[in-house]
């Protein structure tokens, strides 16, 4: 989990976004909100009833003050 302030803190929120390739924010859903762990703990979401095809996932933090974070690197999965 990310940070509030870099590596320090705790991130109030986080959004896992979802879209098939390529990458394109405008269609992106989310499939997840939630509460992030303490920083710098290792996290996991498991996604299950994707049809075949290239998708694409990515994390945005927000924190106590709203302020919305970049997104995290594009991470893609093809399923067969």
Known sequence: ASGDD??????RGYD????????D????????????ARSGAPERQ???SLIPGQ?????RSSDEAGNI?????????AIP
């Open 25 to 36: 924010l405008a269609s992106a859903h989310v499939l997840l909100s939630g509460s992030p």
């Open 6 to 11: 870099g590596q320090l803190g705790q991130a």
């Open 16 to 23: 896992l976004l979802h879209t098939t390739c390529p990458w």
């Open 69 to 77: 974070s970049d997104l995290s690197n594009i991470a893609q999965v």
């Open 46 to 48: 498991v996604v299950q």
């Open 55 to 59: 998708h694409c996932f990515a994390v």
